[in-house]
């Protein structure tokens, strides 16, 4: 087994050195290929810890989310927290982005959560500043037992846990293949002079204004292209390792690396209603004010650093930990300037993007679903669907006011556009659970999606129940039928039972399956008692008109049978909703 392992490592020294032999003898193109394609692994390798990570830690992260909702620091802490765990600040911004326009989160939640998701993100750097101390074998063998345990384990929670090793290995790996394609850097003269004209330092080692201005500027579009921070932060890493520039270079890309990662942001707003907007304007403008703020600081601040604690005369494996530590502390700083003026900061981005005219209703279709966590994309269709309920309640209520005689044109036209509008909201629901579903999912967020298609689809279906009994209220009105005072007194009764019913089911929902047992203990009893109360209302009906009651018109007792049919509909499809939720509790 030694032999074998000491085998291993000699074949990928020998690969690692015949790649730097390769490498130096590249041309221009050749170089920004090799570049481009460890780029490519490195930005695959985080979307696999990023999976991995959701997927493992995802019910953690929806308390996470829930917590945000506390205080200023609770919203920084759970910034901070998720963006570690998924190692991408830009997917921790269009989760809020995400979160906003559903109404989860409030805009100045979201800015707490940002201003902490600019932390989190600073630890992607101190990984990658760790990678020159893991050699070319220890990656190697952990892309393989990574991709073994992912391949064939059993477990789900094994499967998600080898899919964040390996994420981890092709991480290294990529930068392997970039720190190879840069090692030409080093022995060209032609292009270390290219590389001098982006210094933030002049010939004397002193800070340059305007060198500063062209660093912040090609990280920003570095990162703005990339849209990830990380990559660009291990490409500087990399570029300090290898001598190419210097440190006050690095940590003045870092600057316009926080401004560029913001594209992202803006990317995940198009088109998104207006808080949604002013999260992504929050962040670009943290970050920018930010930079604006130490920008001017850094000439007096890093040589201060350099002659506190030798710097610039670290060995390059240790230069590379100094560069990560001016990523976490421009961050912090940062975010610390900015906690006591949260309130003031939201204002101001309420002033700069002013509500609509009218009114938004939020959107699922301007989220892409994949670019989210799994967790929170379900969580932002439970939301909807949440409104869904909220709404078939509402006009369950208003069919009442109709059966009582005291309607209004202005209340039935709200019911049916809330019918046409609970229509597009189902097909919203199902089109963005669908695409969600099509990935790779944990078994429970796998059980909530598809629980929340079905309550969807049935919840659309008590809209088009309480439509069909508002056309033949409308019917009998037209025709001048008149409900008995009887008649009218048992339909409102079996109305206020189904309502009863409907409302239990919905706070079930509202409640989650942790408590959606305990409400609804009595629910097939109840559902049997409405069953019952319409075949008891329909004998009476019958048997009054076998009977040649004057007061009974045989066409609006005719109608009246109709009316029970359509309350029978609804009770099913509030059981549906019902059945539904204490499935996915059972699983």
């Not at 949440?386 to 044109?409: F, H, P, Y």
Request: glycine residues 6%; proline residues 3%.
């Amino acid at each position: 087994m030694i032999s074998f392992f000491a085998s291993t490592a000699q074949v990928a020294t020998d690969v690692s050195s015949k790649f730097a032999v390769i490498s130096s003898t590249l041309s221009p193109w050749a170089i920004i290929a090799c570049l481009l394609g460890g780029l490519g692994i490195f930005l695959l390798g985080m979307k696999q810890i990023s999976d991995g990570l959701q997927a493992v830690a995802g019910p953690r992260m929806r308390k996470l989310v829930a917590a945000a909702t506390t205080n200023r620091l609770a919203g920084v802490t759970t910034g901070t927290i998720v963006t570690a765990i998924i190692q991408s600040s830009s997917v921790t911004t269009v989760m809020v982005v995400g979160m906003v326009t559903s109404g989860i989160m409030t805009l100045m939640q979201a800015i707490n959560v940002i201003l902490g998701a600019t932390i989190g993100t600073t630890a992607t750097a101190w990984l990658v500043a760790a990678f020159p101390k893991i050699g070319t074998t220890a990656i190697m063998c952990i892309i393989g037992i990574a991709a073994i345990i992912y391949l064939f384990a059993k477990s789900e929670t094994w499967k998600y846990l080898g899919l964040i090793f390996l994420g981890l290995g092709l991480i290294f790996f990529g930068l392997d293949f970039i720190k190879g394609s840069m090692d030409p850097i080093s022995e060209s003269q032609a292009l270390r002079d290219a590389m001098a004209m982006f210094s933030a330092t002049d010939a004397t080692g002193a800070f340059s204004a305007w060198g500063m201005i062209k660093c912040i500027f090609v990280g920003m579009v570095a990162t703005a292209i990339v849209q990830s921070s990380s990559a660009t932060t291990g490409i500087a890493i990399i570029l300090v390792a290898n001598g190419n520039i210097n440190f006050f270079s690095a940590a003045t890309l870092v600057l316009g690396m926080n401004i560029g990662t913001t594209i992202t942001a803006w990317l995940a707003a198009l088109g998104a209603p207006t808080n949604a907007r002013r999260a992504a304007l929050a962040h670009t403008l943290f970050n920018i004010i930010g930079t604006i703020i130490m920008a001017p600081l850094f000439p007096l601040l890093l040589p201060l650093a350099d002659r506190l604690f030798g710097i610039n005369s670290m060995s390059p494996s240790n230069l590379v930990f100094a560069v990560a530590g001016v990523h976490t502390a421009f961050n912090v700083i940062n975010t610390c300037i900015f906690l006591p003026f949260t309130a003031p900061f939201a204002w101001l981005i309420t002033h700069i993007i002013p509500d609509a005219k009218v009114y938004e209703m939020p959107r699922l279709t301007v989220l892409n679903p994949l670019k989210l966590a799994p967790v929170v994309a379900v969580e932002q269709a439970r939301k909807e669907v949440e409104q869904m309920s909220n709404r078939c309640e509402a006009i369950i209520d208003d069919v009442r006011t109709v059966l009582e005689g005291t309607s209004s044109e202005d209340l039935e036209n709200g019911i049916f556009h809330t019918e046409e509008e609970l229509d597009i909201l189902q097909h919203e629901v199902s089109q963005f659970l669908g695409v969600i579903m099509t990935t790779n999912l944990p078994s429970d967020v796998a059980n909530r999606a598809r629980m929340l298609l079905r309550v969807a689809d049935e919840l659309e279906s008590v809209s088009d129940d309480i439509v069909a009994l508002l056309k033949q209220f409308i019917r009998m009105r037209k025709a001048d039928m008149k409900l008995s005072e009887r008649g009218q007194t048992d339909l409102i009764s079996l109305h206020d039972m189904c309502r009863t019913f409907a409302g239990t089911v919905c706070e079930a929902f509202r409640q989650g399956k942790m408590h959606a047992a305990d409400l609804l203990n009595h629910m097939h009893s109840d559902a049997v008692g409405i069953t019952a109360r319409v075949k008891e209302i329909r004998k009476a009906e019958m048997t009054r008109m076998a009977d040649h009651d004057p007061t009974i018109n045989p066409l609006c007792a005719v109608v009246v049978l109709d009316i029970l049919n359509i309350y029978r509909r609804l009770k099913e499809d509030c059981l549906n909703i019902g059945e539904a939720m204490l499935e996915e509790g059972r699983m």
